[in-house]
């Protein structure tokens, strides 16, 4: 049911570079941009009293099903040693039974005194009564203890990695040396995942998101979404990536093509090249700093990758592909650009592409692939990143101008939930390169700072394009859906400091108040 609506009093940011009349009245009717300027005679008035509007922001790299989930688990993000990790843990131990799994999710060794992964009797420690599986910050690598590898198809006698894995201290699993632990993990049901889904969507619009692009979906997750929307549970538009490990959902949609509807379509697939830098699971051209004899994982082998991409390409589902390694984007590209070539309007993306090669950005271009990073990311490693790969490689990080400045549109996310998934916290880092406390002065590699119009661009007209969706949503345009965020600050001209302290005041999808604080 749509309400028709006059917002009025606002400081509107279109994007649209046709419109140069100063925006005064926004008028929606029937979920789309009806008017600009001209007042709907009868329909319903909302001050802004001069807060800014700007075309509906979208998170083009999110996980709503571990969001919600997440916000069950013991949060260890804020640990800042494995004292207080312990401690965390002690606190709510006695809530477990005998038996119980306990679950956490977010430890950084990065942030502790040693920076050396954990060992193993920490959490035998804690409790030999309970598996205990906690998932690192970038969702690599799973710290578990001898009651949990005992449970699965390991020998804890003689511990060995499969390809594409790896694991440190006889605890910490990396990349796919996880598949042994994930599955002795009890199965989620839909009941769960319909369950996490809404509580990740509750919080979401609160924060001035519009439209996620969901970035691995399985079969309950889909069927998840489709029930919540059916139900009218489902207040934004989600993009969602298939899970590109379940060959038979991904058949069935390849064989009955992509699905659409108000709210939710499908369209693409998720796939991962390589791990992270935060576990050294990223491929890297060469071995990393600290650790000479080590240049990451790949997690799928040539031969399968190109299969993957050739099936894409023919049946006309985009393919994005986690990629953070230098070697690990340069392995996407190549395969991406020989399995489009008679298609140039395919929108292929490489999700993160944190590690870029300078000679590699051409294959942006050439290929007409899309970068779809997360700013956070940068700011959030950027600490140790001269120790792990040397300050001879720190600049091929985080691209966002050089991209910007070659006409490449880079698709701006945060990867909620390894990052926080507030969105001014992803722009200010894009305009920045800096943490929340104004450090390091000037910015971290600062050459690569994004003016602010094109900071706003990742999350609004470029990530509409990266979705095919460019010739209805990213602005605010007569015709275009009425999507739109509401914020407390002009974010394009406030004080840096202030956009820190801005608030997301009004969410309206499908001119839909979904949110409104004013």
């Known amino acids: ?68 989930k997440r916000l069950n688990m013991i949060n260890l993000k804020s640990c800042k040693s494995i004292s207080s990790i312990i401690e965390k843990t002690k606190e709510v131990i006695n809530e477990y039974a005998d038996g119980e799994w306990i679950f956490g999710f977010g430890w950084d060794q990065t942030l502790w005194n ?36 005992k449970k699965s198809a390991y020998d804890l006698s003689n511990l060995i990695a499969p390809d594409g894995g790896e694991i440190i201290n006889n605890c910490i699993f990396v990349d796919n040396a996880m598949s042994k632990i994930n599955q002795i993990i009890p199965e989620e049901n839909l009941n769960q995942v319909k369950s996490w889904i809404k509580l990740a969507v509750n919080e979401v619009i609160k ?9 691995w979906q399985d079969k309950l997750i889909v069927e998840s979404i489709k029930e919540i929307e059916s139900e009218s549970n489902l207040p934004i538009r989600c993009y969602g990536m298939l899970s590109s490990n379940d060959k038979e959902l991904l058949n069935n949609f390849f064989k009955n093509g992509h699905y659409q509807s108000s709210q939710y379509t499908i369209r693409s697939v998720k796939a991962f090249i390589d791990g992270a830098l935060g576990s050294r699971g990223a491929s890297l051209l060469e071995p990393y700093s600290d650790c000479s004899n080590h240049c990451g994982l790949i997690l799928i ?4 990758f190109d299969e993957l991409a050739y099936q894409c ?12 390694g230098d070697n690990g984007n340069r392995l996407v590209l190549d395969s991406y650009i020989e399995n489009t070539k008679s298609n140039l309007n395919h929108r292929w993306r490489v999700e993160h592409a944190q590690m870029v090669e300078y000679s590699d950005i051409n294959k942006f271009i050439n290929g007409h692939i899309i970068p779809s990073m997360q700013p956070s990311h940068c700011t959030s490693d950027m600490r140790w990143l001269d120790l792990r790969l040397g300050s001879h490689r720190v600049d091929r990080i985080s691209k966002w101008k050089t ?33 929340h406390n104004g450090l390091p002065k000037g910015g971290w590699q600062p050459q690569e700072k994004l003016d602010r119009i094109s900071a706003l661009k990742m999350f609004t007209v ?57």
């Not at 917002?7 to 029937?30: C, Q």
């Not at 394009?465 to 859906?481: P, V």
């Not at 406030?494 to 004013?518: F, P, Q, R, S």
């Open 1 to 68: 049911m749509y309400e028709k609506i006059n917002f009025v009093n606002g400081n509107v940011i279109s994007l649209d570079p046709k419109h140069s009349e100063k925006i005064d009245i926004i008028s929606t009717a029937h979920g789309k941009i009806h008017s600009l300027n001209q007042p709907i005679k009868g329909a319903r008035n909302i001050d802004l009293n001069g807060a800014t509007i700007i075309p509906g922001f979208v998170d083009s790299h999110f996980h709503l099903k571990n969001m919600g």
């Open 207 to 215: 924060r001035g998101i519009t439209n996620v692009h969901d970035a």
């Open 403 to 435: 991209f910007v400045d070659a006409n490449v549109p880079i698709a701006g996310g945060s990867d909620c939930p390894i990052e926080d998934g507030e969105p001014l916290y992803e722009y200010y880092a894009a305009v920045t390169r800096q943490d």
């Open 462 to 518: 470029w990530a509409a394009y990266s979705e095919f969706a460019e010739h209805k949503r990213g602005m605010i345009k007569i015709g275009y859906d009425a999507d739109m965020t509401i914020f407390s600050n002009d974010i394009t001209k406030c004080a840096i400091n202030d956009i820190l302290k801005t608030e997301a005041i009004g969410t309206i999808v499908g001119g839909n108040t979904v949110y409104l604080n004013l």
């Open 313 to 324: 390409n023919k049946y006309n589902f985009q393919l994005c592909t986690h990629a953070i």
């Open 301 to 304: 082998s040539k031969d399968d």
């Open 114 to 149: 040693t920076s050396d992964f954990p060992t193993s009797n920490i959490l035998n420690d804690i409790s030999p009564k309970n598996p205990i599986a906690f998932t690192r910050i970038d969702g690599h690598c799973i710290w578990v203890n001898e009651y949990t590898i």
